[in-house]
């Protein structure tokens, strides 16, 4: 007998399902996606539950649900997982369920493919667009419709026509497939003894349940390679993998090397795929026909069938937090879901994140070490270049001695590297006469200009304008002065220095979508650059043969923040960023320009020695209390004017409970004050590692009402920085 009222979670922000009764005949399960009336929308939500009674409305005002859809139900893992990461982030069910969804909230019947094949006739009147259609319909092959035109370089209307008039004919296809399956038993390298011995453990742990794994190997050690035999073990036993990347890992490389290892490429998941292909996708997670997903961190949320290992790459990566709204640390969760689904996952890194360094070396991680690089190649060695004394002079930012080793390594026909994490070419415009400072109107940050734009703009809102011809404080004309590098700026020198030298710049301002930014890296695999000046978006996770010196040019950027993460962060950076150096020839050599040769950061990486940066850093932790030794979480007030935002801050600090280990500081302004016109301010939260901070966090918020009007709360739990 079928259910008579169904709790359906809506993706909305909504904490709690919604009772709909069941219309006679329809027959539902838990998981199943089901079109609801919700006010005056309908929209696509999932049964939650069923039940005899409902939990809330009286039975008779009950809206009926509508139909279900023809899609696989969500599993009770997904499920499970869906609620787990609410009630961790403090975010509305509705809101987690909402990532899961996509793209399954529009997701109608699959739809027809239509295809076009030749008839008998020639068309009455013949164009040179037509005959171009005809020429790539040669042979009387049957086409997809959208694909002819491409190839054809027509309209669709042109094939329409053409059918219209009986010189075509429409015919419907199947469906395309979402994916070709991967196959495990593709020829593949011989493994070193390191990553053999690394293998056989990820594969005497497929099927054994939930287990975490640190991979940790130095860069170039061949950690791909490794967990490419979990995966194939894993694709052995007829299951799914989940592959996690920084977003822009997602390079024709890896994909490249996954087709080389496995026949095909995995499907891909990330913000760049348009939204047939990302609807296919998902029909085919969720059916079991595609069997290896490569994304960024929402693949988290796809609808697996048969999920057997997950695999977070270069799990130390600031991409995989997201801040703004479920605020989540997709590393994190990748655990939880493994956990939930009772599967291994395996982190990768060489550089891992303090947390799971700290993890691995009280042994609830699995720690499989790779120490050496692939065919021995020696790890690069590192110098710092100490500007106090060795600098360049006013306006000019690469070091005699760097520009040195630029030109050897240029003139050996090998490739050299500049590393500044600014993009644009000043991050500061003044004016000479009075000082003024060219600010965004509507933050609380400078404007940075970007001159192959040529425009000033907002790095935190986006806003941008031309330079402005006179002063807007004291009228001033043509007086604008930029001051300091950014990567504009620093390839101008570098062009100035080495005439000769091809230059790539690596940024993503100036490399307009995935497309062209893989085209440019395949550039500097093939060879085809001598000189790559980047942000940090050549810090992840690149092979480029030919590189042998990676340069740093602002090593104290990151540094002294007051942020509790600098340190860690700056390592990772440099050493992944160094790390791309000399891993085919092994003679890798590292400069980094610093104003603070001495510190402990500076000294960890001169050294080469990376476990004295974990102690010094694990240590410095532990005596102040700091993540993972204590937890953190940050709720930010906002709101269009500034003292409503302190008002209700203020109310949430006085309402905060007492509670043994927790500490409340605050509110304070937040490092970015003003914020897209929101002022902004905040409460940080700091408590010992035995307290459950999202349980506190809800007695504390259920102490006050909900922000009314224009404020608004956002909550972090874990913050990445503060
Ligand atoms: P990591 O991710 O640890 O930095 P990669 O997995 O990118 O290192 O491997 C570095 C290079 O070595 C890649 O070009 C990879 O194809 C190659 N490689 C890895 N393992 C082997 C092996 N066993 N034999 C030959 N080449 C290998
Ligand atoms: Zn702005």
């Known amino acids: 007998m079928s259910?008579?009222?169904?709790?359906?979670?809506?993706?909305?922000?909504?904490?709690?399902?919604?009772?709909?009764?069941?219309?006679?005949?329809?027959?539902?399960?838990?998981?199943?996606?089901v079109t609801v009336p919700l006010g005056p929308r309908r929209v696509t939500g999932v049964v939650w539950q069923l039940a005899e009674a409902p939990r809330y409305a009286r039975p008779g005002r009950l809206k009926p649900v509508e139909a279900r859809l023809d899609a696989e139900p969500l599993r009770p893992e997904l499920m499970a997982f869906v609620d787990w990461v609410a009630g961790y982030t403090l975010s509305p069910r509705g809101m987690v369920l909402r990532m899961a969804l996509r793209p399954g909230e529009t997701l109608g019947p699959p739809r027809p493919r239509i295809g076009v094949r030749r008839t008998g006739p020639a068309p009455a009147r013949m164009t040179a667009q037509r005959a171009r259609v005809l020429a790539a319909l040669e042979g009387g092959l049957c086409h997809a419709k959208n694909e002819l035109a491409r190839e054809a370089g027509v309209s669709a209307a042109v094939i329409d026509g053409l059918v219209d008039e009986g010189a075509l004919e429409a015919v419907a296809l199947p469906p395309e497939p979402a994916a070709r399956r991967p196959d495990p038993d593709h020829p593949t390298v011989d493994l070193s003894p390191a990553q053999g011995a690394a293998?056989?453990?990820?594969?005497?742990?497929?099927?054994?349940?939930?287990?975490?794994?640190?991979?940790?190997?130095?860069?170039?050690?061949?950690?791909?390679?490794?967990?490419?035999?979990?995966?194939?073990?894993?694709?052995?036993?007829?299951?799914?993998?989940?592959?996690?990347?920084?977003?822009?890992?997602?390079?024709?490389?890896?994909?490249?090397?996954?087709?080389?290892?496995?026949?095909?490429?995995?499907?891909?998941?990330?913000?760049?795929?348009?939204?047939?292909?990302?609807?296919?996708?998902?029909?085919?997670?969720?059916?079991?026909?595609?069997?290896?997903?490569?994304?960024?961190?929402?693949?988290?949320?796809?609808?697996?069938?048969?999920?057997?290992?997950?695999?977070?790459?270069?799990?130390?990566?600031?991409?995989?937090?997201?801040?703004?709204?479920?605020?989540?640390?997709?590393?994190?969760?990748?655990?939880?879901?493994?956990?939930?689904?009772?599967?291994?996952?395996?982190?990768?890194?060489?550089?891992?994140?303090?947390?799971?360094?700290?993890?691995?070396?009280?042994?609830?991680?699995?720690?499989?070490?790779?120490?050496?690089?692939?065919?021995?190649?020696?790890?690069?060695?590192?110098?710092?270049?100490?500007?106090?004394?060795?600098?360049?002079?006013?306006?000019?930012?690469?070091?005699?001695?760097?520009?040195?080793?630029?030109?050897?390594?240029?003139?050996?026909?090998?490739?050299?590297?500049?590393?500044?994490?600014?993009?644009?070419?000043?991050?500061?415009?003044?004016?000479?006469?009075?000082?003024?400072?060219?600010?965004?109107?509507?933050?609380?940050?400078?404007?940075?200009?970007?001159?192959?734009?040529?425009?000033?703009?907002?790095?935190?809102?986006?806003?941008?304008?031309?330079?402005?011809?006179?002063?807007?404080?004291?009228?001033?004309?043509?007086?604008?002065?930029?001051?300091?590098?950014?990567?504009?700026?620093?390839?101008?020198?570098?062009?100035?220095?080495?005439?000769?030298?091809?230059?790539?710049?690596?940024?993503?301002?100036?490399?307009?979508?995935?497309?062209?930014?893989?085209?440019?890296?395949?550039?500097?695999?093939?060879?085809?650059?001598?000189?790559?000046?980047?942000?940090?978006?050549?810090?992840?996770?690149?092979?480029?043969p030919r590189l042998t010196l990676a340069g740093v040019i602002d090593g104290d950027l990151g540094l002294g923040h007051g942020d509790p993460r600098a340190a860690e962060r700056t390592f990772q950076l440099f050493y992944q960023v160094v790390g791309r150096a000399g891993r085919e020839s092994g003679s890798g050599q590292g400069l980094i320009q610093t104003y603070q040769p001495k510190h402990p950061v500076m000294t960890a990486l001169i050294a080469g020695d990376r476990e004295l940066f974990y102690d010094t850093e694990i240590a410095a932790r532990e005596r102040a209390g700091l993540p993972p030794f204590g937890r953190l979480a940050t709720l930010l007030v906002s709101a269009a004017e500034a003292p409503a935002a302190e008002a209700y801050a203020r109310a949430l600090a006085a309402a905060a409970p007492l509670e043994a280990g927790v500490r409340v500081l605050g509110p304070a302004e937040a490092p970015i004050a003003v914020l897209r016109g929101r002022h902004r301010v905040r409460l940080l939260v700091r408590a010992a590692r035995t307290v459950r901070v999202p349980d506190y966090l809800r007695a504390w918020l259920a102490r006050v009402p909900p922000p009314k009007g224009s404020v608004g709360l956002a909550i972090d739990v874990d913050p990445q920085s503060f």
């Not at 169904?6 to 199943?32: C, H, I, K, R």
């Not at 287990?211 to 035999?229: I, R």
Request: aromatic share 6%.
């Open 199 to 544: 293998a056989a453990a990820l594969k005497g742990a497929a099927g054994a349940g939930f287990a975490v794994f640190l991979l940790d190997g130095v860069t170039g050690s061949g950690k791909t390679e490794v967990y490419f035999e979990a995966v194939a073990e894993v694709l052995r036993r007829g299951r799914q993998v989940l592959l996690l990347l920084p977003e822009i890992a997602l390079t024709t490389a890896f994909l490249d090397r996954f087709a080389r290892r496995f026949g095909v490429p995995p499907a891909e998941w990330h913000s760049e795929v348009a939204p047939r292909r990302r609807e296919r996708i998902w029909r085919g997670v969720a059916s079991g026909e595609v069997a290896v997903v490569a994304g960024a961190r929402s693949a988290l949320f796809l609808p697996f069938r048969d999920l057997g290992l997950i695999v977070v790459d270069e799990e130390h990566d600031g991409s995989y937090k997201q801040e703004e709204g479920v605020a989540y640390n997709a590393r994190d969760m990748a655990v939880v879901r493994a956990r939930i689904g009772r599967v291994p996952v395996v982190l990768a890194s060489a550089t891992p994140s303090v947390e799971t360094e700290v993890n691995a070396r009280r042994g609830r991680y699995h720690r499989l070490a790779l120490p050496t690089r692939v065919g021995g190649a020696a790890l690069p060695k590192i110098a710092a270049i100490d500007m106090t004394r060795d600098g360049p002079g006013r306006g000019r930012w690469i070091a005699p001695k760097l520009a040195a080793a630029v030109e050897t390594t240029i003139g050996r026909g090998e490739q050299a590297l500049l590393f500044l994490n600014r993009r644009g070419y000043a991050p500061l415009t003044l004016c000479r006469a009075c000082g003024h400072r060219l600010g965004c109107p509507s933050c609380d940050a400078w404007l940075v200009e970007h001159r192959a734009r040529r425009r000033l703009v907002c790095h935190h809102c986006g806003f941008s304008m031309p330079r402005p011809p006179a002063c807007p404080h004291c009228g001033t004309q043509e007086t604008f002065v930029a001051v300091g590098p950014g990567v504009e700026r620093l390839a101008e020198e570098a062009a100035a220095l080495f005439p000769d030298a091809r230059l790539s710049i690596l940024s993503s301002d100036l490399i307009e979508g995935v497309e062209r930014l893989r085209a440019e890296i395949a550039a500097i695999e093939r060879g085809e650059v001598d000189l790559i000046i980047g942000t940090q978006l050549v810090a992840k996770g690149h092979h480029f």
């Open 3 to 33: 259910a008579r009222f169904a709790e359906v979670l809506v993706p909305v922000a909504v904490a709690e399902p919604y009772s709909y009764a069941v219309p006679d005949g329809l027959d539902l399960t838990v998981g199943d996606l």
